[in-house]
């Protein structure tokens, strides 16, 4: 039942209901129905509305622009920074009923698709036609191509196709002031004035909501094979990833590093082991190659494999003859959660490094976090192939303190610009990561962020609290 009660005017409610019907709009015990996702914050407005078109959430947003009411776009409720949560007096929309796959050409390699469409659907619908998207990560069966493109999301394969801001032709999204925003061009080459898409490509909601996008889409190969290396030193692992770009046969899909304390973790975690294979190594590689046959595929790896004996002959190696054995050791490096087993909530961080850089920064930052607190030491993985590296911590949420917190961002954030790196690589900044934002970087950047969102918003009713410091804006024109 939808009234007063909820924080939100009676009127305001009345007419949301008119524009996308009262059964598409949850408020009260009907929102505590829903799963959060990843922050139990997410869900904290007063009311969550569902429209199924554009033009829904255009008529949406007009009316929060009428009554003041603050806007937080969601989608699969993935994210880690906090770019989804939302309070009381503030109306999340949700696009999990604009999902459909509208277009899919083989011929052009392109889809249109609508926001709310997960990225496991469009892998599938894609897959029928041997095409892809061009990117992938764990949280598939769940994230949306709107949220990823709202964080510019990454994952295992933007070494070799770019992140989302790369893949994205043309889009449709919802400005601010209720309009519509339509430019969805489905052509590589398109130099007809300022490419706006980017302004919304990684701006969490901020700047408008996107609805709709065309999205490139690349020949799926039509064999793979993985192995999993074990080396001594991260310069042994950088020097597979060369060699496997070179391929003789096929070529790289993914290259994933999980250095020895996460591999143990996750592999004692999941009982997996392999014979002749060495648990002692201090960074551990998942390299996939994609091409026309397995077979030779798998003579490729081997050939890798002998080949980095000659230079590295600690190097241990185990090549999946089976899906099975695939499948177990993907498991090693996407089921990342099982670190919460032991320690509960683990902040997480997520960070980019130029590769030259990577492992002395790995080096000082497992120095500079036992200075922190006795003992604490990080869980890393990551994607080695572009130089993201995700980190958690051996500690649950609850043991560290908020000067813990800031020691560990210190220590994981500091000179990370000089090095020529990124405190967030593909989670965001979010309500979480405002202050790293602030604090790493280039003061015009931000000046020109608060200025286009003071601009493009000036009423900061757009996923307020999110990416900009709201206290570095013009005083807004609602209290939510």
């Known amino acids: 039942m939808i009234g007063q009660e ?49 033009g829904e959430v255009a008529a949406i947003v007009r009316l929060c622009v009428r009554y003041g009411v603050p806007v937080v ?68 069966g769940s994230a949306t191509i709107g949220g990823m493109i709202s964080t510019n ?98 070529e790289l899909r993914a290259a994933e590093a999980m250095w020895a304390d996460y591999f143990r973790y996750a592999a004692r975690h999941f009982g997996w082991s392999a014979p002749d294979f060495s648990m002692e190594h201090r960074i551990y590689l998942i390299l996939s190659l994609g091409g026309a046959d397995e077979a030779a595929l798998q003579e490729e790896l081997a050939a890798i494999y002998e080949e980095l004996l000659g230079t590295y002959p600690e190097t241990s190696a185990v090549l999946a003859s089976s899906l099975a054995q695939e499948q177990a050791i993907w498991r090693l ?60 911590l051996n500690r649950a949420e609850d043991a560290l303190t908020a000067d813990d917190i800031a020691g560990v961002e210190a220590v994981l954030y500091g000179g990370i610009r000089q090095r020529g790196g990124s405190f967030s690589a593909e989670h965001g900044v979010g309500s979480k990561r405002i202050h790293a934002l602030y604090a790493t970087a280039d003061p015009v950047k931000l000046g020109l962020m608060q200025a286009i969102k003071a601009m493009v918003d000036p009423g900061d009713l757009m996923n307020p609290g999110k990416v900009i410091d709201p206290s570095r804006l013009p005083e807004t024109k609602h209290s939510g």
Do not use: W
């Open 6 to 54: 909820n924080g939100l005017p009676a009127d305001f409610l009345s007419d949301l209901a008119s524009a996308v019907g009262a059964a598409n709009i949850r408020t009260g015990a009907g929102i505590a129905e829903l799963d959060p996702g990843e922050d139990p914050d997410n869900l904290g407005a007063s009311a969550v509305i569902s429209p199924a078109t554009t």
């Open 73 to 140: 776009p969601q989608g699969g409720r993935t994210g880690l920074v906090g770019g989804g949560i939302s309070t009381a007096g503030q109306l999340v929309i949700s696009t999990r009923r604009l999902n459909r796959i509208e277009r899919l050409d083989a011929d052009e390699r392109v889809a249109v698709v609508e926001a709310g469409c997960t990225l496991q659907a469009l892998q599938e619908a894609a897959l029928a036609h041997r095409l892809e998207p061009g990117i992938d990560l764990p949280a598939r």
């Open 153 to 250: 999301a990454g994952g295992i394969m933007a070494f070799r196709n770019g992140v989302m801001r790369h893949r994205i032709l043309g889009l449709e999204a919802v400005l601010p002031d209720g309009s519509i925003y339509s430019d969805l061009t489905r052509v590589v080459k398109n130099s007809a004035g300022y490419d706006l898409k980017h302004l919304l490509i990684g701006a969490e909601g901020t700047l408008g909501i996107v609805t709709r996008v065309a999205i490139k889409l690349d020949a799926v190969p039509a064999a793979h094979a993985v192995a999993l290396f074990g080396f001594d030193s991260v310069p042994a692992a950088l020097a597979a990833i060369r060699r496997a770009l070179d391929a003789r046969v096929g």
């Open 333 to 392: 490096r996407e089921e990342s959660a099982v670190i919460y087993v032991d320690y509960p909530n683990s902040p997480s961080f997520d960070v980019s490094l130029p590769l030259s850089q990577v492992d002395d920064y790995v080096r000082a930052s497992i120095a500079g976090l036992a200075g922190v607190s006795p003992g604490l030491a990080p869980f890393v993985f990551g994607h080695l192939g572009d130089g993201n590296l995700h980190i958690m």
